[in-house]
Structures are given as structure tokens and as C-alpha cells.
């Protein structure tokens, strides 16, 4: 691995759980769902929505360490929605597509927290519990500090990179954190379309 975000390959443990836990998609109406889904069915599951720069990928941690727990993972990306309505009718019908029918625990990060929230709010008969993660409870605030964000589909990817390591401090990491950046800031190009749901009012 390369040092914060200097186009490191994926780490050695990414690549044995891609080997083990197949991505999977499917078509709900309009929307495409990616998912990962792993560990036993018949325990309620942990569905976990990544921040605006990830993806599913990016719980694999996550994934294996609680699926060898016992614990069912389920880690999603989320497709383009434009407001809360949408992401909620299309947040339950993933689920019953899945044949989810009791309540499930969800971990969100960022927008993933905020849309856990949302869904939570209107579904609560849903969801047994939350886990949150540098979240939010609206996104006008938000929307307004990035004026930007229309454009984020046309920059270039090493700009898009080059802002999200702005947060971080220079100088040395441990090599855990340095490799756990790089694969987070490797995805944000696939992710530029989930800007869309910081509109929501």
C-alpha cells in the first residue's frame, strides 16, 4: 500500500473477502441495489449505509469480523434518490425483495446515518435499533456549505481525492489507518452520484 491516498492497491484482507462474500445486484423497479450479504439468515440483520464517498465495500471489515460472530451482515449502496419519500419506499422494498419482514438494526455513516434516521422516523415499526456514525439530522446546512456539489460528477477524480485527504493530518500514520483512507478514498469516484440526496429539505 501507498501512503493517504497515493493510489494504493487493495489490501490484502479486501481481497480474500471479495474472494469469500459475493456482491450481489438486483433490480427493484427503477433502482439498481448492490449489496453483500453474510452470515447466518435466520438472526435479524445489521444493515449497514456507508457515508457519501463509500460504497458497500466499505464495511468489509465488518462484515467478516461480525459474520464469524454470528451475526448476519447485509452492507448496501445506495442508489440515486432525490428525497426522503423515494429513499424510504425504496429502502422497504429492498428489504421485502430480501424477505426481511422483522426489524432490523442499521449502521449508518454520514449520509448513511442520516438516511438511517429518515427511514427509522417513518418506519419505526421497522427497525430495532440504530448505530451512528458522524451524522446529521438535516441537509440544508449541509447542501449550503457545498455550493459546489453539482459539479462533483465533472471533477476530475484526483481533485475529488485530493479534497476528501484534506481532513486528514499530514505526517506519519499507522499503516491500519494509512490503508484504511486509501481504500476509502479509492471509491469515491463510483459514489459522486449520491450527492443527489443532500438536497432533501
Known amino acids: 500500500m501507498t501512503g493517504l491516498g497515493g493510489g494504493a492497491a487493495a489490501p490484502g ?4 473477502f471479495k474472494s469469500v462474500v459475493p456482491l450481489h445486484k438486483i433490480s427493484i423497479g427503477s433502482k439498481l ?14 444493515i449497514c449505509i456507508p457515508g457519501i464517498a463509500g460504497t458497500a465495500d466499505v464495511y468489509y471489515k465488518q462484515i467478516m469480523s461480525l459474520s ?5 451482515v447485509i452492507s448496501i449502496d445506495v442508489p440515486q434518490v432525490w428525497n426522503h419519500h423515494e429513499w424510504i419506499h425504496s429502502f422497504e422494498k429492498f428489504l421485502d425483495s430480501m424477505n426481511i419482514h422483522h426489524q432490523v438494526h ?18 419505526p415499526r421497522r427497525v430495532k435499533s440504530l448505530v451512528l456514525s458522524n451524522t446529521f439530522l438535516e441537509t440544508h446546512k449541509f447542501a449550503a456549505a457545498m455550493p459546489w456539489s453539482p459539479l462533483v460528477s465533472w471533477t476530475p477524480s484526483f481533485l475529488l481525492k485530493r479534497y476528501l485527504l484534506t481532513g486528514i493530518r499530514d505526517g506519519p500514520h499507522e499503516p491500519f489507518i494509512a490503508d484504511s483512507v486509501d481504500f476509502v478514498v479509492g471509491q469515491v469516484v463510483s459514489r459522486s452520484n449520491t450527492y443527489a440526496c443532500y438536497k432533501y429539505k
Open 13 to 16: 484482507d479486501y481481497v480474500y
Open 33 to 46: 441495489w448492490r449489496y453483500y450479504d453474510f452470515g447466518p439468515k435466520a438472526v435479524p440483520p445489521l
Open 68 to 72: 464469524m460472530k454470528g451475526y448476519r
Open 106 to 123: 442499521i449502521c449508518g455513516t454520514s449520509l448513511g446515518g442520516f438516511l438511517a434516521q429518515i427511514f427509522a422516523q417513518y418506519r
